[in-house]
């Protein structure tokens, strides 16, 4: 991990008290990289936590709920006072709660949700935490998207959780193109359909595979590539 600033890297990890975002905190931390599980319910997150640490895993919980500015704002301030770096930027937490349902059915405010979590949310801690690695001129963004949040492959039905990650997608264009000339790099992925809570018991991708691209993206080396959209390490399509 020579590439680094400090010799411990520090990444946030957001909706990780299960799933993808837990599973990516675990791959994080037997980097060697200081990793801090962030989860809205914090109950669930200080679990999450203690069954990493029965594990000889060893890393940090802070509450965060990323719909809330405020939340984002403390941690921020508790990163910078106890770290005073970001170099490692996971945005995960995202919810689904419009699967199956018409565009033309879905509730505004079941729209007006998903896009304030998985998309806002995701911005709202680049805005954050990107002007942080601006003055250490080093980070490592991922953005959890989804094969759903491909215009080229996308259908109809589930519209609110399909245009929050379309969004997530062309911020992270707009971001990368924005951060050229830095050594920040911003990318996009989608993990497939991954057995969780979300993704349900007979999805074919264990927690480990689900991870593995963003374990890459966020530990590229300073010649790897930025603003793009990646599944299984290989592009993907828009």
Known sequence: MS???????????????????????????????????????????RKATETLSREGIELTYHQLDVADLGSISILKSYVMDRYQRCDILVNNAGVFLDRGMSILEVPLDTLKKTIETNFLGALNMCRAFIPIMRDQNYGRIVNVSSAMGSITRMGGYSSAYKLSKLLMNGMTRISADELRGTNIK????????????????????????????IIWLATLPDDGPTGGFFENRNPTAW
């Open 3 to 45: 590439q680094y600033l400090h010799d411990k890297p520090l990444a946030v990890v957001t909706g990780a008290n299960r799933g993808i975002g837990f599973e990516t905190c675990r791959q994080l931390a037997k980097f060697g990289i200081q990793t801090i599980l962030t989860s809205r319910d914090e109950s669930k997150g």
């Open 186 to 213: 911003i990318n996009t992925m989608a993990p497939g359909w991954v057995r969780s809570d979300m993704g349900g018991p007979s999805a074919p991708r264990s927690l480990s595979q689900g991870a593995d691209t």
